[in-house]
């Protein structure tokens, strides 16, 4: 039976196969992607040299989404990535989105946590109304394609007029943190 608790190694061969030393068979980005899912960290090593392969991967398993239509990150949101590589922005970067991120799971934990607690969990938890509004914007945009998350994708205007009012805040919100940062 597999570990789950360390990640699974993964080893690229010289001919770009990639193989699960768990199974031992041969697996997909695609495999990979669905490892992750189902919350398993793997390790992707180059057989030969032992480079590290994983975040290389990892990004083209993200851009291979973002091209076939399962847009997760917003136009603006990459056009700031590649700017923070030639600012002073590049050593902030990482400790913005591991925080973001940290965030984000660390509420949703909390949020089924005070589900399964209390009858009521909107009652257990102070300013949950705003709280809800601003996630659910955020979560609406970030996985409104998948499974699971209520949608293909944003809803149009039409079905949502105050779509608009919770972008702009984001944005109003964004804009702070970026000059936040940008005077550190």
């Known amino acids: 039976m597999a570990d789950t608790d360390k990640p699974l190694l993964i080893k690229r061969y010289a ?13 997909t980005l695609e495999d990979i992607a ?6 398993r960290e793997v390790q992707i090593v180059d057989l ?14 993200v851009a291979e ?34 925080s973001s991120f940290e965030m984000l799971r660390n509420s949703q934990a909390k949020m089924l946590e005070n589900m399964a607690h209390f009858p009521n969990p909107m009652a257990a938890v102070p300013g949950f109304e705003a709280l809800r509004k601003q996630q659910e914007a955020f979560l609406k ?5 998948m499974p699971g998350w209520g949608g293909s994708g944003p809803a149009p205007e039409a079905e949502n ?24």
């Open 48 to 61: 030969k040299t032992g480079d590290d392969l994983t975040r290389q991967y990892l990004l083209q398993i």
């Open 161 to 184: 007029p105050a779509k608009g009012d919770d972008i702009a805040e984001i944005k109003r919100q964004l804009a702070e943190l970026q000059s936040k940062l940008s005077k550190l």
């Open 65 to 98: 989404h973002e091209s076939k239509g399962e847009n997760v990150l917003p136009v603006d949101v990459l056009t700031d990535l590649v700017r923070s590589y030639a600012t002073g922005m590049q050593s902030v970067m990482p400790q913005f989105l591991a």
């Open 34 to 39: 669905g490892f992750i899912r189902q919350g």
């Open 15 to 27: 001919s770009r196969r990639l193989y699960n030393t768990e199974t031992s068979d041969y697996v």
């Open 141 to 145: 945009s970030m996985m409104g394609g």
